[in-house]
């Protein structure tokens, strides 16, 4: 077998970037984002100090977590240990960016795919070294076979215990270090200055903790904008209420109500348009939204992107059913549906947690138990499908006193967006790079 990786050199490298600017030459990447660059981290203080340069890239990780979220394949591994890409598969979920712990991907300004390094491959096939190593002065960059036990740069590696970057997400990184500092390699233990950066603007959403030592700074490295925001928070919203509804609709019908306007066509009704307004949510989402019957055409279950599809397409069936019987059903369509459309609403509410999990690089996600991230989202499709509920129930009243529920439960639905835009936001600003 064959698993290749790098090994990159820091006490070699002299910050010369020739690696970022044959890696943009050689892939025609765009301004703005970058496949490989180089960190400038200073440790110490004056006049004791040092500079420190880390190059940054895709780590080829053999358990990656880009491969697993991707959700129709445009990631994947080749025959050689690579992680490469498809752009004609992407769909612009962005759920890759999530679940990379080394901030490797980007989404192309000129295609609107998901791109990284992907090792040169074109340039493997035919005998030749990646444009990074062949251009690199001090041999900073050289490629490893960790298979070939007869490789002296795998060996070195072994020998010398050569450190990975976030070891403990558990991805099994090929991209190892050497004559690096520990400052170097984790961004959370380098803050950026209040006098800013080397050629580069900081966009300052990002946080550290106090605990991080004042003798390391970052002088220079590349931010990302946050891969997802206002749309995903409406969806975790939208897809609550289309939960929840139904949820306090079939309790209220065990309890024995036996208002069909508001046990089964109303909360049906509401459902479905919250069901329809969260798909035009995550479509808006995606980079390239033409593309979003692929997780249907060619999706991959293991990603929750693509099993959560399925998932709200279930769920609006059985809403759908649920509804038409309490038009037309007798007596049997309570007891027939109730169990499997109050399974697949609360599935439809709760799926999220487990897409959140597999965002490996986003660790307020990641290492939450998934019970209580379950527990938050069900939770929220409680609280605002209950909200959106009881308005329906009080209008039905027809008393002029409940004139105000509509507006209660819109302020309901304004909390929780701005709820759950604060907690993607605090994951997400997090530095990964």
């Known amino acids: 077998m064959t698993r290749l990786g790098f090994l990159l050199d820091s006490g070699a490298c002299i910050g010369c970037h020739a690696c970022t600017v044959a890696c943009k030459s050689e892939h025609d990447v765009p301004l703005g984002v970058n496949r490989t660059w180089v960190n400038y981290v200073e440790t110490g203080e004056f006049p004791d100090t040092q500079r420190h340069f880390a190059v940054m890239r895709c780590n080829h990780c053999d358990d990656a977590p880009c491969i697993s979220i991707c959700p129709t394949g445009a990631l994947f591994r080749a025959s050689n240990g690579v992680v490469d890409f498809d752009d004609s598969r992407?769909?612009?979920?962005?759920?890759?960016?999530?679940?990379?712990?080394?901030?490797?991907?980007?989404?192309?300004?000129?295609?609107?795919?998901?791109?990284?390094?992907?090792?040169?491959?074109?340039?493997?096939?035919?005998?030749?070294?990646?444009?990074?190593?062949?251009?690199?002065?001090?041999?900073?960059?050289?490629?490893?076979?960790?298979?070939?036990?007869?490789?002296?740069?795998?060996?070195?590696?072994?020998?010398?215990?050569?450190?990975?970057?976030?070891?403990?997400?558990?991805?099994?990184?090929?991209?190892?270090?050497?004559?690096?500092?520990?400052?170097?390699?984790?961004?959370l233990a380098r803050p950026v200055a209040p006098d800013g950066l080397i050629w580069s603007d900081w966009t300052g959403s990002a946080t550290w903790s106090p605990d991080v030592p004042a003798e390391s700074r970052t002088a220079y490295t590349v931010a990302h904008a946050e891969p997802w925001g206002a749309k995903v928070s409406a969806y975790f919203v939208t897809k609550g209420v289309a939960a929840g509804v139904m949820l306090w609709a079939m309790a209220a019908a065990l309890l024995g109500w036996d208002d069909r306007a508001a046990l089964a066509t109303g909360p049906a009704v509401i459902a479905l348009v919250a069901l329809a307004v969260t798909g035009v949510l995550l479509i808006a989402d995606l980079k390239r939204p033409e593309r979003f019957w692929y997780l249907f055409t060619k999706g991959r279950l293991r990603s929750w992107i693509t099993a959560g599809a399925w998932v709200i397409m279930a769920d609006g069936v059985l809403v759908t059913l649920w509804g038409i019987g309490g038009l037309w059903g007798g007596s049997t369509w309570f007891a027939v549906l109730i169990g499997p459309t109050a399974l697949f609403s609360v599935a439809t509410a709760g799926y999220t947690a487990l897409l959140l999990r597999q965002c490996r690089g986003r660790v307020q996600w990641a290492d939450r138990p998934a019970l209580a991230l379950i527990g938050r989202l069900v939770g929220e499709a409680v609280l605002g499908g209950g909200a959106v509920w009881g308005a329906l129930v009080a209008m039905r009243a027809d008393a002029a006193v409940f004139s105000w529920t509509p507006v209660a439960a819109l302020a309901v639905l304004v909390w929780l967006w701005r709820h759950d835009r604060a907690f993607l936001r605090e994951a997400q600003a997090v530095p990964l790079s």
């Not at 096939?125 to 900073?140: D, F, K, Q, Y």
């Not at 060996?155 to 170097?184: C, D, F, M, N």
């Open 90 to 187: 992407c769909i612009g979920c962005k759920g890759c960016m999530n679940a990379c712990p080394y901030d490797a991907l980007y989404i192309s300004p000129r295609t609107n795919t998901a791109h990284k390094c992907n090792f040169c491959q074109h340039k493997l096939e035919v005998g030749l070294e990646p444009s990074c190593v062949s251009v690199c002065p001090t041999r900073a960059i050289t490629v490893v076979d960790h298979d070939d036990p007869n490789d002296p740069v795998a060996q070195r590696i072994q020998s010398e215990s050569l450190p990975v970057r976030a070891p403990e997400r558990r991805t099994l990184p090929k991209v190892h270090y050497a004559g690096t500092v520990p400052e170097a390699l984790d961004p």
